[in-house]
Structures are given as structure tokens and as C-alpha cells.
């Protein structure tokens, strides 16, 4: 695993308020606490912004571009981040449950201690990401590109990776009984001892104790 880039944000960042946003708007060097309810807009830019314990209520933001951006303790639940990109951005203890990341880009994201069971990240690519110790239960990564992408200590139960490379991804500190991925989705994948025996059955072998 490469080490990540971490957000470039100064030290010092005043706080700002956003009332409404419109398409194709753009913020820059702040701190947010609140965000307006019931937004839709595209293309939208945040640049050097922490936003900490912000709750996105019914917030669509397609296509929106994020760089040098720390969320913390802020809740995601079920927003729209279709065709996003994400770059130097950390989440960290956040809530992103059903969260929609299909066809976003992330590069040099981190992701910490989150929740994102049932998130969406289909035909998503992901470079020099990690998610540390997160929850990914039934997340659906279908068709994404996988391109020094660690899952250190995390709970990927039931997630779907059909269609993506799972070539020199570790999996070995992961948790899960069962993903979703056919046999040369697998190819390459690194995993534990433990680990081999469930694949073995899936894959209809049968191992013999003598």
C-alpha cells in the first residue's frame, strides 16, 4: 500500500455558512458546521473545506469535485455523490449509509472508523484509497477499478465485486463470509488461510482430511 496524500487544508479556517447553493458554485477555505436541507445541484467545487458534524438531509450533489476536504462526524446518509470526484479527502467516523458513489473517482482518500453498509461505488475507480476498520456490509462495488485499494480491518460481508479486479487486494485482515465475484474476479487476490477454506467451497472443492 502507498501512503495516501493527506488534505492540504491551512491551519487556521474560518467558519463559514452556506444558505443555498446553486450549480456549478464553488467554496473555498472554510469551516463548516451546517449545511442547507433538500439541495440538488451539479458540478458544484468545495476546495480546502472541514466540515464536521454535518448532517446532509436529502442532499443531491452529482458530479460535485471535492479537494483537500476532511469529513468528520458527519452524516451521509443515502446522498447522492454520483459521477463525484474526490481528491486528498479523508471521512472520518461518518455515517454513509446507501450513500450513491457510482462513477465517482476518489484519489488519495481515506475513509475511517466509517459506516457505509449498502453504499454504492459501481463502475467507480479508486486509486491509493483505504478504508480503516469501516463497515461495508451488502456495499456493491460492480465494475469499479481497484488500484492500490486497502480494506485494512474492515466488514465486508456480502459485498458485490462482479466485474472488478481483486488483483493485489488484500483481504486477508478483512471479515466476511461471503462477497460476491467470480473466480477470475479473485485472481490475484491476497488472502488468509482461513479465508482459502470458505473460497475452496464455493468454488465446489472438496478438501479431504486424511
Not at 466509517?114 to 454504492?120: D, K, N
Not at 458485490?160 to 461471503?178: A, K, R, V, W, Y
Amino acid at each position: 500500500m502507498r501512503k495516501i496524500q493527506s488534505p492540504d487544508l491551512p491551519e487556521n479556517l474560518n467558519s463559514i455558512t452556506i444558505n443555498k447553493i446553486e450549480d456549478r458554485s464553488a467554496y473555498e477555505l472554510g469551516r463548516l458546521e451546517a449545511f442547507p436541507a433538500s439541495i440538488h445541484a451539479e458540478h458544484v467545487r468545495f476546495q480546502e473545506i472541514h466540515l464536521k458534524g454535518v448532517d446532509f438531509d436529502n442532499t443531491q450533489l452529482p458530479s460535485s469535485s471535492w479537494v483537500d476536504v476532511v469529513f468528520e462526524n458527519c452524516d451521509l446518509t443515502n446522498l447522492d455523490f454520483r459521477m463525484a470526484r474526490f481528491t486528498r479527502v479523508e471521512f472520518i467516523d461518518c455515517k454513509l449509509v446507501g450513500v450513491n458513489c457510482d462513477q465517482a473517482s476518489f484519489q488519495d482518500v481515506l475513509f475511517r472508523q466509517c459506516q457505509a453498509p449498502y453504499s454504492l461505488f459501481n463502475l467507480s475507480t479508486f486509486q491509493d484509497v483505504c478504508f480503516d476498520q469501516c463497515l461495508l456490509k451488502g456495499a456493491n462495488f460492480i465494475d469499479a477499478s481497484l488500484e492500490f485499494l486497502d480494506f485494512t480491518n474492515s466488514v465486508i460481508e456480502d459485498v458485490q465485486f462482479t466485474g472488478t479486479s481483486l488483483s493485489n487486494i488484500d483481504l486477508s485482515q478483512c471479515e466476511f463470509s461471503l462477497i460476491h465475484a467470480d473466480e477470475h474476479d479473485l485472481r490475484g487476490a491476497i488472502i488468509s488461510p482461513e479465508q482459502a477454506i470458505g473460497f475452496i467451497e464455493v468454488f465446489g472443492l472438496v478438501v479431504k482430511d486424511d
